[in-house]
């Protein structure tokens, strides 16, 4: 009777294997589960269930099928978390803006009334994931539930490019919390470690105090080397805001293994391109500036340089003058991603679009050029190629 | 196989479902995982399992820097290198200079022993991969003596995590798995009640009152724990605060006292402040 669970299991989404079936089969042939229903839930989860992200997943799934509902798992699978809408609603609005709300019904009022909206949009598969998946924030905006202001960007055009967008906005900076997924991305990173000796001897070098104690006629002469660090210095540029916002998980994830793995890790964040300065917060990023220049004398040249970012913006904000949607450049960011690259030799970009659009936006390609080729794919495989170009 | 069954003891309040899955691991002599915020009794599990059932404990504590190997055994190269200088006649034997680990004690023990792995998170990536056949076969090895050790006992073991790190799929897949919730309030009174027994009623109602509405804080980087909880009480307790001040303070400003026990971060301890402060304006008694 447990195989066509099994199978619920497995077509709603969760990575239960047969050895653990077996096991719950076995923990029942020796009589753990008793008589009652909630004995077997609780086997069922601590045998079939790994990671507590998909307890919730599993409640219901235990639910559907031994309440005998039919439900289909498409319905929830689609669900909406309401702290996710939260959160993302409190990170929208100002105080103001909230007291507006209030005025309109209340949050929980309004909250109700995206969450349907949102819901009618998934049958739209493209744009209604990419608005729920991604911190999207049109939703507010197109829809007219936000007071005048918060107007986020464009609709339309889908990669919401050549625009001027003067909205002062708050980007969040990204979290390097995240653990779930990034297992992978450690694993490719890890080919980038780059061992080296350095600090107090404090490990015989067994190899040596042979070597030496032969020379020394038998008599023992211990050698000592320093532990092995990963010496490799990674720089980190990060494009944040604006059509990077559908790429922030996979941004988060990259960032979150970068962080754990690398010891010497500087990162930056910009804006669609590289120009006269970076920032390190992006609450901050209008008053905490640090000068592309600094970084460059600060950070010496065996650092490995790393971008991260969809490259998809106007290509006047490239090679032009003041073609930055922020602010007004003196010199075009090709000079200055020019000087970086000059910097350091050994630099990529990786890029969270798949790499078939590449062709398709103009600004990509430049920035292909820029990087003589070196970009890849933000993908476990293009991640490793660039590693290897890195070496 | 084993006819005894965990069931809490009388300083550890196991919720049902812990109860299941430590006694399916006891069972069918499998690794627990065991995951959860910190501070709710993970480590605790495997001292009060090891004391429930009667079972020796041995404890490996990972760090950074352990190696899977360091757990089965390490070969003093250096010990021996010094007896052969010395003249020793121990040097003849390379088993003498064979140093165990944990999980080699926990394989000779007499009686089925607990093995606590704890924080197996904070060990290298692939430490988890380096265990595998250790954890399901329960034996090693030896090179250097060319002798197989096999356990005497399958031991009961009890891994934990703080979800630093994801552990590998095919390591889960050898594992019960068990998230400690946070508590209840109502499991958390008896918890309490099982570490201060002579607690009177009332601080207890306003000292948990009081925590969960910390707790409920959005946005905070370390929500306190049960153990963060424990050591409040017991400052209260010794600074003999009345459950009126409590309360008292719990309707003006919110700021419970000696709070620096519950929050342990300067960011924390601000946005509290601010959010007490934001709450006095738009609320002013």
Redesign the interface.
């Known amino acids: 009777m447990l195989i066509p669970f099994f199978y619920m299991l497995r077509e709603g989404g969760m990575k239960t294997s047969i050895t653990e079936l077996l096991t719950l089969l076995e923990a029942m042939k020796r009589g753990l589960a008793g008589q009652s229903v909630d004995d077997f839930y609780y086997l069922a989860r601590t045998s079939l269930v790994k990671d507590e992200a998909q307890l919730d997943r599993f409640d219901r799934i235990f639910g559907a099928y031994f309440k005998g509902v039919e439900d289909s798992l498409a319905d929830l699978m689609q669900e909406i978390p309401e702290d996710w809408l939260r959160h993302q609603a409190e990170l929208m609005l100002s105080e103001e803006e909230r007291r507006q709300i209030e005025a309109m019904g209340g949050f929980d009022a309004l909250m109700k009334a995206l969450q349907e909206r949102l819901e009618e949009q998934d049958e739209r598969h493209e744009g209604g994931n990419r608005w729920i998946g991604t911190a999207g924030t049109s939703p507010f905006g197109a829809y007219g539930y936000n007071p005048e202001g918060v107007r986020m960007g464009q609709e339309g055009s889908r990669n919401r490019s050549a625009v001027k967008v003067w909205d002062k906005r708050n980007y969040r900076n990204l979290d390097d919390s995240i653990e779930l997924g990034t297992r992978n991305i450690k694993v490719a990173l890890r080919k980038l470690r780059k061992f080296a000796r350095e600090g107090a001897a404090d490990q015989l070098d067994l190899d040596d105090t042979i070597d030496k104690t032969a020379r020394n006629a038998g008599l023992l002469d211990i050698r000592m080397v320093p532990e092995r660090h990963n010496a490799v210095k990674v720089l980190l540029c990060l494009d944040i805001g604006g059509s990077m916002d559908d790429h922030v998980r996979i941004c988060e994830e990259m960032f979150s293994a970068a962080r754990s793995e690398f010891k010497h890790l500087e990162y930056f964040y910009f804006h669609n391109f590289i120009y006269e300065s970076l920032w390190k917060d992006n609450r901050r990023r209008h008053s905490e500036k640090t000068p592309t220049l600094d970084i460059a004398h600060k950070y010496a040249s065996d650092y490995k340089l790393i971008f991260v970012g969809d490259a998809t913006m106007s290509p006047y904000e490239i090679v032009y003058a003041g073609g930055s949607v922020e602010h007004w450049n003196e010199e075009p960011g090709a000079v200055w991603i020019k000087r970086l690259l000059n910097t350091y030799p050994k630099a990529v970009w990786l890029n969270p679009e798949p790499k078939q659009r590449w062709d398709y936006t103009p600004s990509t390609k430049l920035v292909q050029e820029l990087m003589e080729d070196r970009m890849y794919p933000l993908t476990i495989a293009g991640l490793d190629e660039a590693i290897k170009a890195l070496h | 196989m084993t006819d005894k069954r965990f069931t809490g003891t009388s300083s550890y309040i196991a919720t049902?479902?812990l109860t299941?899955?430590v006694?399916?691991a006891v069972?069918?002599e499998?690794p627990?995982?065991v995951?959860g915020e910190p501070g709710t009794g993970k480590t605790q599990l495997a001292i009060e399992v090891a004391n429930s059932l009667g079972r020796p404990l041995h404890e490996w504590h990972i760090k950074s820097t352990t190696k899977a190997q360091q757990g089965l055994y390490e070969y003093d190269?250096?010990a021996r290198?010094?007896d052969s200088?010395l003249g020793d006649d121990r040097v003849h034997d390379i088993g003498n200079y064979i140093v165990r680990g944990k999980v080699w004690e926990a394989f000779e023990s007499e009686q089925q022993p607990v093995l606590l792995i704890d924080e197996i998170d904070k060990a290298d990536?692939e430490f988890p991969n380096d265990l595998l056949r250790e954890l399901d076969r329960m034996e090693f090895y030896v090179y250097e003596t060319k002798k197989l050790i096999t356990a005497r006992h399958r031991p009961i073991i009890v891994i934990t995590s703080n979800?630093?790190?994801?552990l590998?799929?095919a390591f889960?897949?050898?594992?019960?798995?068990?998230?400690i919730k946070f508590p209840e309030k109502d499991t958390m009174a008896e918890i309490v009640d099982v570490h201060f027994p002579n607690l009177k009623k009332d601080l207890l109602k306003e000292a948990l009152e009081a925590f969960y509405k910390v707790r409920d804080v959005r946005g905070l980087k370390k929500k306190p724990s049960t153990s963060e909880l424990l050591d409040w009480i017991k400052l209260l307790l010794a600074e003999d605060i009345a459950p009126e001040v409590l309360r008292g303070e719990g309707s003006r400003n919110a700021i419970p006292p000696l709070y620096g026990a519950l929050l342990k971060n300067e960011q924390d301890v601000h946005l509290f402040e601010q959010l007490v402060f934001l709450d006095r304006r738009t609320n002013p008694q």
């Not at chain 2, 979800?163 to 994801?166: I, R, S």
């Open positions: 049902d479902d299941m899955a006694n399916a069972t069918l499998r627990i995982l995951k190269a250096v290198l010094r200088q990536i979800n630093e790190k994801e590998p799929d889960l897949r050898r594992c019960f798995f068990h998230y």
